[in-house]
């Protein structure tokens, strides 16, 4: 496929200079689409377009506002299954888990921002009963959002669709690696009507595109998804023109494990979504504390989930996990794995090199270290690939320690029956978001992180209000 044009004020056009791009298959390698990588020259005109459509965009009704987001939904709706295929594509992720979880997240996110949106309020008077300042609550600007590849789509609508609701317009840099899903959401952009400069796109990478975003005058806040050494240069870029950064970085999530569970629901259901997307997610639970009492039959638990789970293709049906992003994420992770056995971590499942039967692509065996030091590499640092590091613990005020004994702080889980402790350990562990005994984040609910995680909430009012700046207003009358 060639994909090489940008969509910018309502229309897809050639980049200012060509700079072809291959989008290759992590699973085997090939081609399967060419894309072109903009310049700050294309930036500059997806701004322009953006700052003109803005004057009216933001004045824009706000029923007709949510009008075109229902259409907008319609539209993915019926695309839901070419949006599953381009994720699949474009990233390795296995056809049936791109449905069910990738592009379903897409669709999920913009039911969420639709009900949020309709309940919220964008003006108001200041106190209970009606007096002090009117509170108004306006769009912020143009907003640039750069997103990362892992779950593409899901990270693109938790920016664009809020930004929108609120009446800012948008230039989004989606990952340079998975652009085919932004490219396919453009289309329905297109397709759902919006006025012309409202949305933008520009592929790029974060040296060139990304950089010209994060620092450019005419963009009022960047919103970015990613490693946190690239929101850190993010930051830094911005600060030269003022502009609000919110970021959603890294994680190394601990899962709290204690004694009294059912050990094999537990483990089994711990150890899967660390294993999930194949490892990558910022969020996954990949530290698995275990109280000592049961930790050798929860290592062994984890054993036993790693060499069960099917690693496949990527088109093939099924439950399976497909590989990695790119070969060079799969270099990354062997050499993590082997600073995990280089440290003295217990090798207890999977290890160096490809799964048995898949002599290329970036397939990269399940993981299992047992008896992991907290200060060892692979606790350290996010490997953002099927491994799980399990440490054990010997009292609350130990896990909790070992818990909060990270840079990150994005999300934790506890597994207790005591509900009682469990809620006393999640109000000690430092992160944005905590999940008690499996328990799914509730639909629209605030996500995002503390510490190097990130700062801002997507997600429901929280997303939406990202995008708000706040007026008072007094003499209203």
Excluded at 101 to 130: C, P, T
Excluded at 186 to 207: Q, T
Excluded at 208 to 216: D, K, M, N, P, Y
Excluded at 368 to 386: H, K, L
Aim: aromatic share 6%; glycine share 10%.
């Amino acid at each position: 496929m060639q994909k090489t044009d940008f969509y910018i004020d309502g229309a897809w056009v050639q980049p200012a200079r060509p700079h072809p791009y291959d989008i290759v298959s992590p699973s085997d390698g090939t081609i399967s689409a060419t894309i072109s990588l903009g310049s700050a020259d294309d930036v500059d005109r997806a701004v322009a377009a953006a700052r003109r459509a803005f004057e009216y965009w933001s004045q824009t009704d706000f029923k007709r506002r949510v009008g075109l987001l229902e259409r907008l939904q319609q539209i993915y709706a019926a695309r839901s299954e070419e949006m599953a295929q381009a994720i699949s594509l474009e990233m390795g992720a296995p056809i049936t888990f791109a449905r069910q979880s990738q592009a379903d997240a897409g669709r999920s996110q913009i039911s969420n921002f639709l009900a949020a949106a309709k309940e919220y309020q964008f003006e108001h008077a200041m106190r209970v009963d009606g007096s002090g300042d009117q509170i108004l609550h306006e769009p912020i600007g143009v907003c640039g959002l750069i997103t990362p590849w892992n779950w593409p789509i899901n990270q693109i609508t938790l920016k664009v669709v809020p930004a929108l609701l609120a009446g800012c317009t948008v230039v989004l840099k989606p990952s340079e690696i998975a652009p085919l899903s932004a490219m396919l959401f453009a289309e329905m952009i297109d397709e759902a009507g919006y006025p012309a400069g409202v949305f933008n796109l520009v592929n790029g990478d974060g040296a060139t595109v990304g950089e010209a975003i994060s620092g450019h005058p005419g963009i009022d806040m960047v919103s970015f998804t990613g490693s946190t050494r690239a929101g850190v240069a993010v930051m830094k870029r911005a600060a030269e023109t003022v502009k609000r950064v919110t970021l959603e970085l890294g994680g190394k999530s601990p899962n709290v494990v204690f004694a009294d569970v059912d050990i094999e629901e537990t483990i089994t259901r711990g150890a899967r979504a660390c294993f999930s997307n194949a490892g990558q997610s910022c969020n996954a639970p990949t530290r698995m504390l275990v109280e000592r009492p049961i930790y050798e039959k929860a290592v062994a638990l984890a054993v036993k989930v790693a060499h069960d789970l099917a690693i496949g293709a990527p088109n093939a049906e099924g439950p399976h996990i497909g590989p990695v992003i790119s070969m060079k994420q799969f270099d990354k992770i062997q050499g993590l794995i082997q600073a995990g056995i280089a440290e003295g971590a217990r090798l207890a499942a999977g290890g160096p090199g490809r799964p048995e039967g898949l002599a290329t692509g970036a397939y990269v065996r399940p993981t299992v270290f047992a008896d992991v030091d907290n200060d060892m590499t692979i606790a350290r640092e996010e490997i953002f690939g099927p491994v799980l590091c399990i440490i054990p613990f010997d009292s609350e005020a130990e896990a909790i320690r070992i818990a909060n004994d990270t840079p990150y702080g994005l999300n934790a889980q506890v597994q207790s029956k005591d509900l009682v402790r469990a809620r006393r350990v999640a109000r000690a562990i430092r992160s944005g978001m905590v999940q008690i005994n499996g328990a799914s984040r509730a639909s629209g609910s605030p996500f995002g992180g503390v510490k190097q995680s990130g700062n801002g909430r997507e997600g429901g009012i929280w997303g939406i209000e990202e995008y708000l700046e706040t007026k008072s207003v007094s003499g209203w009358g």
